[in-house]
Nanobody
Framework: QVQLVESGGGLVQAGGSLRLSCAAS????????MGWFRRAPGKEREFIAH????????YYADSMKGRFTISRDNAKNTVYLQMNSLKPEDTAVYYC?????????WGQGTQVTVSS
């Protein structure tokens, strides 16, 4: 079992930045991928980026490249999502997830609200 707890969300003005954290506990296998997703009001869940727990290679959705950066600190069992130049349309609940071939563990989410 893996538990994921997101933090770092909040209210920010357009153009601002936030760094989200996802603290993982439990047995994290070296072949796990850690991902960030978001769900905006009235919309489907959207993939943002993922990072391989071992090796640290990253992958981004095309629409997320440039303003979002995923990283990890294996010593702290934590994955981060740095978000810059935030826009009102980035308002959503942000989730982290973990798994090998599929995402099987999910956090409870953290709310990000961007005001105009």
């Amino acid at each position: 079992q893996v538990q994921l707890v997101e933090s770092g969300g909040g209210l920010v003005q357009a153009g601002g930045s936030l760094r989200l954290s996802c603290a993982a506990s439990g047995r994290i296998f070296s072949n796990y991928v850690m991902g960030w997703f978001r769900r905006a009001p009235g919309k489907e869940r959207e993939f943002i980026a993922h990072i391989k727990w071992s090796g640290g290679s990253t992958y981004y959705a095309d629409s997320m490249k440039g303003r979002f950066t995923i990283s990890r600190d294996n010593a702290k069992n934590t994955v981060y999502l740095q978000m810059n130049s935030l826009k009102p349309e980035d308002t959503a609940v942000y989730y982290c997830a973990a798994g090998s071939e599929t995402y099987i563990y999910w956090g409870q989410g953290t709310q990000v609200t961007v005001s105009s």
